[in-house]
Structures are given as C-alpha cells and as structure tokens.
C-alpha cells in the first residue's frame, strides 16, 4: 500500500460546488500521475470524465442517500471483457491494494465537508468493482472513513 502525502494532492471544486455544499449531487472524480506520484480530485455535481485517460484507472466515487442516512459509494472500472482475465486481475488487485489511500486523499481533500458534517465519517463506504468477468464484478462494504487508515 503506498503512503498519502497531503502535498501531492491537487483539489478542484468545479460546477458549483463548493467546500461544504451540495452534499447531493457530490461526486468524487480522483485521478493520479504515475510519472509524479500527485493525486488530482475533482469535486462537484457531476464526474470529470474529461480528466479520466484511456487506461480507466481513476477512482470515482458519491454521496447516496441510504435510507434515511447516507452512503458513499465508489465505482471502479476493471474492465468490460476488453482484457485477459490475468490482466483484469491484475487491476483488481491494484485497485484493491491502492483504495486505501484513494479513500484517505477523498477524506483529506474534502475534510473541511467532513468537519462541517462530522456524521460522514461514519457513513458506510460500497465499492462497486465493475468488470465483465464474475470473479471481479462485486460490491463490497468497506467499512466508514473512520476506519480508513494507511
């Protein structure tokens, strides 16, 4: 697992979005350099897709409303049948090793919301791998941001 550092993190509010509001729609567009090691987030009502490359390693994450709480789920796209099983699972496990820290620059970029609704710490975390393949396609609960520790 690699280790989050605060300054290697670019954060951008865009489409209106601001450091504590919307709470509905707020989406989570997190990209990275694989040359510098900087994390970029995006945060507003809508994913920017025109920061996502070709090789679809970005995490994208939302607020839900879960009953009558909310959730904060995440979309990870494996693949949709364009790769070899051995290559997909490969990706899994990347994004499996590297979400912890994916969830601490979310927390961390958009602490001063989570210090303005201090309840969202406590929200549940869904992942949702996407893949083609049944071994990788899942939901998995991950705990809260309370529990996120790398």
């Not at 990209?31 to 025109?50: E, M, P, Q």
């Not at 009953?67 to 070899?84: A, H, I, K, N, R």
Request: contains cysteine; glycine residues 6%; proline residues 6%.
């Amino acid at each position: 697992m690699s280790t989050f550092y605060p300054e290697k993190l670019s954060v951008e509010y865009m489409d209106g979005a601001t450091a504590t509001e919307p709470l509905i729609p707020r989406r989570y567009t997190l990209t990275h350099s694989d040359v510098t090691g900087k994390l970029f987030l995006n945060i507003g009502n809508k994913y920017a897709w025109d920061k996502i490359n070709p090789m679809r390693d970005e995490v994208l994450g939302e607020w839900k409303q879960y009953g009558s709480s909310l959730c904060f789920c995440v979309y990870l796209y494996v693949d949709q049948g364009e790769y070899t099983p051995s290559v997909s699972a490969k990706r899994n496990e990347i994004f499996r090793r590297e979400l912890p820290l994916a969830l601490t620059a979310i927390r961390y970029g958009d602490r001063i919301l989570f210090n303005t609704y201090p309840y969202l710490d406590q929200a549940p975390i869904f992942i949702h791998f996407m893949s083609a393949y049944p071994q990788f396609a899942r939901q998995e609960n991950w705990g809260d941001f309370q529990s996120i520790t790398i």
